[in-house]
């Protein structure tokens, strides 16, 4: 998700993201799932010098909702 409000990181914040390939490494999600997502608005991103950066908080978040939880058992 593109943002431009008053909540847009710094760009000193943004410089230290994680980028979509850094991310992938960390979710063990391809780059195009995660374009894919960020498009959705699954998953905050930014855009910053033509690439797409993610906040920490971002995408511990979206890992997070990545998680089901289990059936208990009957």
């Known amino acids: ?34 374009r894919a997502d960020i498009r959705a608005g699954k998953l905050t991103a930014y855009k910053f010098g033509g690439l797409w950066r993610i ?8 890992r997070a909702s990545l998680i089901t939880p289990s059936r208990s058992a009957r």
């Open 1 to 34: 998700m593109e943002s431009t409000d008053s909540t847009t990181p710094t760009p000193e914040t943004l410089l230290s993201a994680f980028s979509v390939a850094q991310a992938e490494d960390i979710t063990a999600r391809s780059s195009f799932v995660l």
């Open 55 to 62: 906040l920490p908080s971002d995408l511990e978040a979206y």
